[in-house]
């Protein structure tokens, strides 16, 4: 794709967040590759930056070997966490502002100082975690139901949408995230189980290769920004009425509501 050929997608996935979802890029725009996708992402970012957003923090997502085999993977992609992402737990959240909008669990991590690869070590991660909180991510897609491959949910900003962070933050040294259990519940009916371990083996894996993966294109991990590292089980649809909680071994729980 030229620089013309990419702005063109970047605009319309812009667009599809008021006009509605678009068919996958990757049906409209032969040859699309995975460094257009993130060139995508990042000409929408920068849009909206210019409009006066600002960014909170990352999300990765494909952490499941599910979702990679699914999407004929071998390793998860990032998106961006914007300030307007942000909604706080058991306070309504409006059902449309998203098109079709999923909920998944996952563990926060909150950053205390900036992290910066490539070359990143697990024990430099850990060392830049102030704390982690329960949360559940809401993912949408500007793609039509869904149908997206792995260089359309990139180019879609890794379908984020937003957060619903806990309000329980627990040192690092007080939990083992690869053996942390939780447990979704959809309207008081289970919707999904799942273990920290099923993020990379370990959601400090899923930090190491955000930080290498981004700091090889130059970003910064920064001192107070949000990490999601990837969801603990498979997402659900939500809509007008649902509730949605997650409860995680050691870490609390975080409810969501939605108007």
């Known amino acids: 794709m030229d620089d013309n050929t990419r702005a ?21 725009y032969e ?36 979702m990679q085999k699914l999407l004929g993977v071998s390793e998860p992609d990032y998106g961006h966490l914007l300030d307007d992402f942000f909604y706080l737990e ?8 998203f098109l079709q909008a999923r909920i998944e669990p996952e563990v926060a991590f909150v950053l205390k100082k900036p992290l910066q690869g490539p070359g990143v070590t697990v024990s430099e991660a850990i060392s830049a975690v102030d704390y982690v909180l329960p949360a559940l991510e809401i993912v949408d897609s500007r793609i ?3 149908k997206i491959g792995l260089f359309d949910t990139i180019a879609d900003n890794a379908s984020s949408a937003a957060v619903v962070l ?25 919707a999904g189980t799942g273990a920290g371990g099923a993020v990379l083996g370990s959601p400090i894996n899923s930090l190491v290769w955000l930080a290498n993966t981004v700091g090889a294109r130059g970003v910064v991990l920064d ?24 409860t995680f ?5 975080v409810t969501a509501r939605f108007s």
């Open 31 to 66: 040859g699309m590759a995975l460094d257009d996708a993130y060139a995508v992402q990042q000409l929408q970012i920068s849009a909206l930056l210019e409009r006066g957003r600002t960014i909170k923090g990352h999300k990765v997502g494909l952490t499941s070997a599910a």
């Open 166 to 190: 806990g309000s329980t933050p627990t040192p690092l040294a007080d939990v083992d995230l690869r053996l942390m259990g939780a447990v979704m519940h959809k309207n008081g009916q289970v």
């Open 223 to 246: 001192a107070g920004h949000v990490i999601l590292p990837g969801a603990v089980c498979a997402m659900v649809p939500v809509a007008a009425g649902d509730t949605v909680t997650a």
């Open 90 to 97: 058991h306070m309504p959240i409006p059902s449309l502002r």
């Open 8 to 28: 063109h997608a970047a605009e319309r996935l812009l667009a599809a967040y008021d006009g509605g979802p678009i068919p996958p890029l990757t049906a409209t």
């Open 249 to 253: 071994a050691g870490l609390g729980s």
């Open 144 to 146: 039509e139901n869904w």
